[in-house]
């Protein structure tokens, strides 16, 4: 037992090592399936490193982890550089990690109980070579079991969590459990995104809101978080998902396209000012705690 105990925080001090590296660690998730979770992740991260960021993107949907086929890899497979893995370079400034790329049969079903889940992913927390990064995307299975657990619990200074959820009232109760989550988890939830949210039909230009619309944006003002942005339904979010290529890349311009950019521009913005406060506040502990000099801004840590 002693043994375990010491493996284990021995892992815990190489998964705080790998993710010391990272400016931010986001986590994309949601309390039911179906809502394009992993689209809007995949789409996300692949905005943020067309903006010029380095970006990893951590697929840690262990029963359903489609974020290789939904970038053109899902045949490839990761390498090892000594005792570490190294993510699959597919972009510039993309990397990507998921369990299918690890040499497992895509046919056959993951049958894990939660330790072997939770071992899984400290696993590919610890012994994948991130390097230096400016966004860690991670896309989480939905609901709130034990990959997600095991990962927030896993990783230390996260930055935010988002919320993926269509209009509809049966989607929205899944999604306000996510938030509940967040919050016993001690896990700052940056927003909302409403995904497929109405549909402009391409020929007659007349909306339809297939699955209502405005549900997301409710909640987020009920649960006093930022409401992110809501994407539309278009065909070509599945054609392009299917074929291997980022929407986000392929349709700018497109309604879809925009919100994509969008609301990873204002994640971004998010981002940059919790990293002028966290330097700010270890200014001031330097400073004033651990130093002798007292400041006068009452919103100062040093006051506390």
């Known amino acids: 037992m002693h043994s375990n105990n010491d493996e284990f925080e021995k892992q815990n001090k190489t998964i705080s090592g790998k993710m010391s590296a990272i400016k931010n660690k986001i986590l994309v998730m949601s309390g039911k399936g179906g809502v394009g979770k992993s689209t809007v992740a995949v789409n996300l991260a692949c905005a943020l490193a067309e903006a010029g960021h380095k970006v990893g993107l951590l697929d840690i949907d262990l029963h359903g982890p489609n974020v290789p086929r939904m970038l053109g890899i899902d ?53 994948v070579q991130w390097g230096e990064l400016d966004y860690l995307v991670l896309d989480s299975p939905p609901g709130t079991g034990d990959e997600i657990l095991s990962a927030v619990q896993a990783i230390p200074d996260w930055t935010c969590g988002i919320v993926v ?54 909640l987020a003002k009920d649960s ?35 919100a994509f950019a969008c609301i990873a521009a204002n994640l971004a ?25 007292t400041c006068q801004n009452s919103e100062c840590p040093s006051q506390g």
Not at 177 to 192: H, N, P, W
Request: hydrophobic fraction near 35%; charged fraction near 30%.
């Open 75 to 127: 045949a490839e497979r990761m390498c090892m550089e000594g005792n570490e893995m190294l993510p699959y370079p597919v972009y510039e400034n993309l990397s990507v990690c998921s369990l299918a790329m690890l040499g497992a049969d895509s046919k056959t079903p993951t049958i894990w109980r939660g330790p072997r889940k939770a071992g899984a992913i400290r696993q590919m927390l610890g012994d």
């Open 165 to 218: 959820t269509t209009p509809q009232e049966v989607a929205l109760d899944d999604a306000k459990r996510s938030i509940e989550f967040a919050k016993q988890m001690k896990l700052s939830v940056l927003g909302i995104v409403e995904n497929m949210s109405g549909f402009v039909c391409p020929h007659c230009g007349k909306e339809t809101e297939i699955f209502k619309k405005g549900g997301g944006e409710q």
């Open 224 to 258: 006093c978080v930022n409401f992110l942005g809501r994407v539309p339904l278009e065909p070509g979010i599945v054609t392009l998902a299917d074929d291997g290529k980022p929407f986000c890349l392929r349709s700018k311009d497109s309604p879809a396209g925009k």
């Open 269 to 293: 913005k998010f981002c940059a000012a919790k990293q002028d406060v966290k330097a700010y506040v270890k200014m001031c502990r330097e400073k004033y705690i651990d130093g002798e000099q």
